[in-house]
């Protein structure tokens, strides 16, 4: 059984605290925290939002939360979680005397006080520059920003500088919630820690990798958000090339976060370039019609929209082939693909090895090992490979995985992503969150992405929704003679 260590006291203030991702995630993560055991008893959870709620309202807000991502409920143990919270109504971008109440609700005795930024990143350098008038941006202070830091590399960096103006770099951490889960800090280990897999991990061994991160939801409430960003700059310009980062990184010297940083910023500015010419070939960007999810029918994506966005350009898929530029990868296609209203939930990570040199066994049976990594929805590990099956009547070959899944072989509950991150803000440890550095790089390589998309005119495909995505999608990896893993 995990044993979970409990954390130092420590206040945390969530700006957008009556948010859908307060909801959602931050207040039911800190609770299960609370309920093994981490959280201790003094700590200060504080909610700060527009919201005009009393301290009753808020905590009943929390109670439904908590109670929606609770599979075992105690009132005891809520009443003894309710205790720690606090609310206060307040414009966050401006002075005024409610900062002094907020910092009365916090406490002065050197431990971390964690400002979380659930908010829209417009507001980011106005939020921050406010904390540090009102004397909040103290050496004690941590901020965590949730993602998209902007929306092109200008944007990034004008966020980056206002928020470091006021916060050093050590206190700003930059949140990816597919960098806490288990299986993705479960690629580190599997990495570095099993002498197994480090010499077959290159060019040498593996014919490619595909990194699938699709979704069965739509817009959710998101529309306006989602119809200025689309697939790239939601979901690759962060999960994605996070996920293909630590997949592709060298060997860090040490785990600290400097080290896992560096390692994986070599691998953002290796990343091959799109041009015009290069883009056709190497990219797919689509956009979902009306069609059948789980046997429902739901609408177009433009129908989905106002009236006047109803002609609409925004991807909500893309498909990438990526190239690295180094030693260890040369000639290794990455292919990435993200996609909304798609036939499942699914996020994995596929390695595909080399076939075997010679073909001693039937052609037909010639299946190349594959190494699965799945993320969503039920965290996992297979390792495919070939095996005699049983019986007389010659040699046939059966391919079957070597299964670790984290339900069947870890029976009690673990925390889940946003658990883990903030837990890891509490302790200081920013392995897990992006520098600015690769925040930046991430957004000049999707820069040249989407530029070469605008110079060549590439054309918007379609799929219909419940499918696996646009055909060209297929056509893309079919030239050079594979298909995508959609197990």
Known sequence: MAEFIPVDPFDIVIFGGTGDLSKRKLIPALFHRFLDGQIDKTCRIVGVARSKLSQSDF?????????????????AAWEKFASLLEYIAMDITKAGKDWDVLKGYLTNDGRPQIFYLATTPLIYVDVCKTLGDVGLNTPNARLVLEKPIGTDLESARAINEGVGAVFDERAIYRIDHYL????????IVLRF???????????????????????????????DYYDRSGAVRDMIQNHLLQLLCLTAMEPPNSLDADDVRTEKIKVLKALKPYTAETVGQNSVKAQYEAGLVHGEK???????????????????????KV????????????????????????????????PTPHPLFNSADRVPNRLVMRLQPDEGMRLFMQIKEPGPGGMRLKYLPLDLSYAENFTVRYPDAYERLLMDVVRGNLALFMSRDEVEAAWRWVDQLLASWEESEQALETYAAGSQGPMQSAI???????????Q
């Open 323 to 354: 190239s690295i530029e180094n030693g260890r990868w040369a000639g290794v296609p990455f292919y990435l693909r993200t996609g909304k209203r798609m036939e499942a939930r699914r996020s994995s990570i596929m390695i595909q090895f080399k």
């Open 476 to 486: 893309m990896l079919d030239r050079d003679g594979r298909e995508w893993w959609e």
């Open 193 to 223: 820690a099993n002498a197994l897999f480090e010499p077959v991990w290159s060019r040498n061994a593996i014919d490619h990798v595909q990194i699938t991160v699709a979704e069965d939801i739509g817009l959710e409430g998101r529309a």
């Open 180 to 187: 806490g889960k288990e299986t993705v800090q479960n690629l």
């Open 59 to 75: 905590a009943e807000l929390a109670k439904v939360a908590c109670q929606a991502a609770t599979s075992e409920w105690s009132e």
């Open 298 to 320: 739901v609408s177009s994506y433009l129908d989905t929209l106002s009236a006047e966005d109803a002609q609409s350009e925004t991807e909500t898929f893309a498909a990438l």
